[in-house]
């Protein structure tokens, strides 16, 4: 155990001490360098970055947690609207109902007349054809 507690010293004594090697970008205390970044001036800087800790992860998990809450809030909101309106439209189809059974009552009326319109046309047509025929036929035992 003390071999272990001995190792974690040294190496906490070793990062903690240690001082930037040459051409090593300098970051402030308790933050490290995570990359480079081009700035207006088209030069290169050290984007330096703080580690998370235990208050930062809190933080984001209440982030989360409140938008999780948010976008349940708002999906169950709009369930309510769709069944509210299914509700109101299944409502207005038996007050429409009447007027429907009616405009189609009238649409069919309507094409029956011009069916029978249109059926007398025909009679009338193939009356007329068959007169034709007779007649053709008469003239045709005349010739003979």
């Not at 903690?16 to 207006?40: I, K, N, Q, V």
């Not at 290169?44 to 948010?70: H, K, P, Q």
């Not at 609207?81 to 009326?109: C, D, F, W």
Request: overall charge negative; charged content about 20%; glycine content about 8%.
């Amino acid at each position: 155990m003390d071999l272990i507690k001995w190792s974690l010293n040294a190496t906490d004594t070793i990062f903690s001490t240690r001082s930037l090697g040459l051409g090593e970008p300098a970051c402030p205390a308790g933050t490290f360098a995570a990359g480079y970044t081009m700035d207006e001036w088209e030069r290169w800087r050290v984007m330096c970055l703080a580690t998370l800790s235990v208050e930062d992860i809190e933080d984001v998990y209440l982030f989360g947690t409140l938008i999780t809450g948010v976008l349940l809030i708002g999906l169950g909101i709009a369930l309510v609207y769709h069944e509210i309106r299914a509700i109101g439209t299944a409502v207005q189809a038996h007050l429409k109902l009447p007027n429907m059974i009616e405009a189609v009552g009238r649409a069919v009326s309507t094409q029956t007349v011009t069916l029978s319109r249109n059926m007398d046309n025909i009679l009338e047509q193939l009356s007329a054809l068959q007169r034709k025929i007779d007649h053709l036929k008469s003239i045709g035992d005349h010739t003979d």
